[in-house]
């Protein structure tokens, strides 16, 4: 583990600098292109604060809805790569037609959702009101 400043605060700080420094004495295409790396680094800031955790309860969620039994990957990156595959399983019974109609349909309108407001919360929470 890396000692302070970890890279939440790194980027928070480039962030800052960005937003404080280099949009108030830019213009035209500088400014835009600093205010889309500002924009970039909050971006990556929001999804870093809870990525094992945020992964973890998609996994969780895709589990439930797939009944799968097994415990989650133990680690990060076999997480995310666990979440893949829930994924085309769950795109899979889609297109088989699976999700048209009943209880399996309302759970994967659920599931999706909430993963889309958890996506936007972290693209641009602005959309949702939660600055």
């Known amino acids: 583990m890396q000692d302070r400043p970890n ?9 800052a600098f960005l937003e404080a420094d280099v ?3 830019a213009s035209g295409r500088r400014r835009f292109h600093a205010l889309v790396a500002a924009n970039v680094l909050a971006i990556v800031e929001r999804e ?3 990525d094992e955790e945020r992964v973890l309860d998609e996994w969780r969620s895709l589990a439930r809805l797939l009944d799968v039994t097994v415990d989650p990957p133990p680690r990060l990156e076999l997480l ?11 795109t899979e019974r ?11 349909a309302e759970r994967v309108r659920a599931h999706l959702r909430a993963t889309v407001l958890d996506k936007l919360r972290i693209a641009n929470p602005k959309y949702l009101g939660d600055s």
């Open 7 to 15: 890279a939440t605060e790194l980027l928070a700080a480039v962030r």
């Open 23 to 25: 949009v108030p004495s």
């Open 80 to 90: 995310k790569a666990g979440v893949r595959e829930l994924e085309e399983q769950l």
């Open 48 to 50: 870093l604060v809870r």
């Open 94 to 104: 889609i297109r088989a037609g699976d999700a048209d109609a009943g209880d399996f």
